[in-house]
């Protein structure tokens, strides 16, 4: 009779009820945020700095340091370090870290290829869709993007991703850099834009600081009205009205520069609501869009 196989263990599936020992690499925004949220849930975290700066903060955050012994333990490597680090980064690790442990980045534009060649161990990508600004950020409630070819590696980033309480996307790998600037583009960009209407209030006498205090209640409400109606139905302004003088005159006043955003700005918005425009009202404000 052949004696029984003996079942060999996923390192990434540890027994019921428990969760794999993870490190993170980088004691900055990113990496103290998902140390703390993660830690909040009951998995088993330490933290990696490479720089005095971030042990301190890592220490100031109450969380606990990584030692050789916790990296060579450790089942998946989170890395929260700048994008052009990571290459770098995942080698060294490469050397260091346990078998079969998982390389994991949390950069938004980089595929897995950023992290070398597999060479058995699991690759992937876990990118929170957020902009932190402090380690003691909530993550929860925001949606975070997922990449990885093996499958108990994605059951891992999966449940992380829902005891954090995170959306899961995922992301095709040929894609990313359209996802990623997707992301930039509603939150970076979205400063950006509040920096031109700033500027487009000072050239009605007002000064940046009262600006600013005036205008973000208005984004804020803008951003309500997106998610309680949709793309089209929350957009309010002269163009959903089809008010073409208002528009002119808003052209007429602005810089140039400043215009010209508002002009591209508003084609986009005449887009979203050309279906319940009349004929004659889309084709005057498409001309008048058009101009230079």
Known sequence: MAPAR????????PPRGQRPKIVIIGGGRLGGALALSLSAQRWPVSVLSRTEE???RVRSLGLKPATPK??????VALLCVPEKAVPEVARELARTLGRG???VHCAGALSLKALGAPRGRPLGSFHPLCAVSDPRDSLAGNAVAISTRSRPLKAVLRRMARELELQVLEVPEARRAAYHAGAVLSAGCAVALMSVAVEALGHAGIAEDEAL?????LMRSSVRGMASRGLANGLTGPVVRGDTAVVAAHLAALPPEVAEIYRLLSRR??????????PEVLADLTKLLSER
């Open 54 to 56: 971030g042990r301190r």
């Open 6 to 13: 003996r079942s060999v263990r996923n390192p990434l599936s």
């Open 70 to 75: 916790e990296l060579a333990e450790a089942r």
């Open 269 to 278: 918005a005449l887009r979203l609501v050309a279906p319940r425009l009349p």
């Open 213 to 217: 205090a005036a205008l973000l209640p």
């Open 101 to 103: 442990a998982a390389l």
